[in-house]
Structure formats: C-alpha cells, structure tokens
C-alpha cells in the first residue's frame, strides 16, 4: 500500500491601494494555511509584506494558521486600515451636509 500525497492548488493574496499581489501556487497535502505562508515567503513579490503579524483569512472569512486548506481555497493577507471606517463615514456625511446635498 502506498501513502501518496496530495497535491492541491491555492491563491496567496494581498490587496493594495494601487494594485494587487495574487500568486497560485502548489502544495503537497495536507496544507495548512502556514504552509501557503511559507511557500509566500520565499516569493520576492511578497517580501515587503508582514507575514507573521498579518491578520489571514481564506475566503473572506478570518483563519488560524494552523487551519487545514483544501484545493482551490484563496489566502488572503489582511494590512491595517488607515482611516477607521466609521470615522469616514461621518466625515463623507458631514461634508454631504455641508453641500445641501441629500443622502
């Protein structure tokens, strides 16, 4: 009986202002989402990119990097927010306002 492994493909992901860094790559299973770090890490595209301090998801959804991945599953590389997202609201409404503009 031989003990074949698995191979499954995954997308790294991480959004920036200005573009956006997604590679695919192969990893022998089974995978975790430290494993998809890792393969990431030794990529020059991702060199700038905190790894180990980052907040990860897979598919929208936040993950441990212990968190086994399956074929086709995306990896995503949260970065901090710079503006608090209700602090931008308020500041679009208030300049609305201050047009006669009407939401």
């Known amino acids: 009986m031989t003990s074949e492994r698995s191979t499954i493909c995954i997308e790294v992901t991480y ?19 430290a494993d998809a770090l890792a393969a990431a890490a030794a990529d020059r595209d991702f060199s700038a990119v905190d790894l180990k301090g980052a907040p990860i998801g897979v ?37 609305s306002a201050g047009k006669g503009h009407r939401p």
């Open 59 to 95: 598919h929208g959804r936040l993950a441990r990097r212990d968190q086994p991945l399956e074929d086709g599953d995306r990896v995503e590389i949260y970065r901090a927010l710079t503006v608090d997202p209700k602090a931008a609201r308020r500041a679009r409404a208030k300049q």
């Open 15 to 33: 959004a920036l202002p200005e573009r956006a860094i997604v590679k695919a790559y192969r990893l022998s299973g089974p995978a975790t989402v």
